[in-house]
């Protein structure tokens, strides 16, 4: 009863699924955010003109493989292609199924030998998702960096979408390498589940700084209310809502996308009722892989 549309099979052909027990909760309504993010759809198998295939242009800014530097303070380790869930939204969904999902040893040794020599202040862990990796796999490389790459940020979906892989363990391996930076990824107040809010409290409570970076959505969250709701439910978890990012021009993504003004517009909106603690900066992320800036209205 879940799915949106047949015939899924096709879709999957193209463009992976992968969706954790639980992550739908209770959502039955079509147009339930987490039934319209994660569930296949046909539209992702029509070209659509403004699609980009590297739509935040990394791949001219990848020095070796699993490796992306758009700055010079920060390197992006990419630690695997896999995924708890494959939001539909997402350009990381979009790789061939059963290509290689992680490096090979020789290829993670370099990447971790560029990043200490790099002059980086910050490593960037990202994916795919860096927590569908083993707790050894993502302790071995922040130790890897250290001490020539001081401060860790790991981009993770997991504690939206698979909440038990932020068990007590994980978090003691965390809090014992700070600084360690979690930035999540929550679009929906929906999203904030029971166990969702737990996972968020175990690491905020043991010191670990959590931010959420949302997408700005058609369809499913653009709107001024909701938002807010988001903002201020994640504020209420002590998690930072840092960024609001304009959908990027993904293959297969286009009925989630929504015009600057509409952004801006909605942007504007929520600056009128949150305060400067909830009031994420809206942001995009260009093809031209100059990395992101502020598109929102002065604040
Ligand atoms: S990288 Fe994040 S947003 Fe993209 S598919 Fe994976 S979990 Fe979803």
């Known amino acids: 009863m879940w799915l949106r549309s047949q015939p899924w099979e096709a879709v999957a052909a193209r463009f992976p699924i992968r969706l954790p027990r639980g992550y739908l909760g209770d959502a039955t309504a079509p147009d339930d955010p987490r039934l319209l993010t994660a569930l296949p759809d046909a539209a992702e198998l029509v070209d659509d003109p403004g699609d980009v295939p590297d739509p935040v242009g990394e791949q001219a800014r990848s020095p070796l493989p699993w490796v992306v530097r758009k700055h010079e303070d920060r390197v992006l380790l990419l630690l695997t292609k896999r995924c708890h869930l494959y939001c539909r939204y997402c350009f990381r969904r979009d790789h061939t199924p059963g290509e290689k999902e992680d490096p090979t040893p020789e290829e993670w040794a370099a990447a971790l030998a560029y990043t200490r020599g790099s002059g980086a202040r910050e490593v960037i862990f990202s994916g795919g998702d860096p927590l569908a990796v083993p707790d050894a796999r993502l302790c071995e490389a922040i130790d890897a960096v250290r001490p020539e790459v001081p401060v860790v940020r790991i981009h993770t979906r997991a504690p939206i979408t698979?909440?038990?892989?932020?068990?007590?363990?994980?978090?003691?391996?965390?809090?014992?390498?700070?600084?360690?930076?979690?930035?999540?990824?929550?679009?929906?107040?929906?999203?904030?589940?029971?166990?969702?809010?737990?996972?968020?409290?175990?690491?905020?409570?043991?010191?670990?700084?959590?931010?959420?970076?949302?997408?700005?959505?058609?369809?499913?969250?653009?709107?001024?209310?909701?938002?807010?709701?988001?903002?201020?439910?994640l504020v209420a978890l002590?998690?930072?809502?840092?960024?609001?990012?304009?959908?990027?021009?993904?293959?297969?993504?286009?009925?989630?996308?929504?015009?600057?003004?509409?952004?801006?517009?909605?942007?504007?909106?929520?600056?009128?009722?949150?305060?400067?603690?909830?009031?994420?900066?809206?942001?995009?992320?260009?093809?031209?892989?100059?990395?992101?800036?502020?598109?929102?209205?002065?604040?």
Not at 208 to 229: F, H, M, T, W
Not at 242 to 264: T, V
Not at 275 to 299: E, F, N, Q, W
Request: glycine share 6%; net charge positive; aromatic share 6%.
């Open 162 to 233: 698979f909440p038990q892989r932020v068990t007590p363990r994980l978090v003691s391996e965390l809090r014992a390498r700070a600084p360690v930076w979690v930035l999540v990824h929550a679009n929906h107040a929906l999203e904030l589940t029971p166990p969702v809010r737990e996972a968020l409290a175990r690491l905020v409570d043991a010191g670990v700084p959590v931010l959420n970076q949302a997408v700005l959505l058609r369809g499913v969250n653009d709107d001024v209310e909701a938002q807010v709701q988001l903002c201020e439910a």
């Open 238 to 299: 002590r998690v930072f809502p840092y960024y609001l990012h304009h959908p990027d021009a993904a293959p297969g993504n286009a009925a989630f996308r929504l015009s600057l003004e509409r952004g801006r517009e909605i942007h504007e909106g929520m600056r009128r009722r949150l305060s400067g603690i909830a009031l994420p900066t809206y942001v995009i992320d260009p093809p031209d892989g100059s990395g992101k800036r502020s598109i929102g209205p002065a604040v």
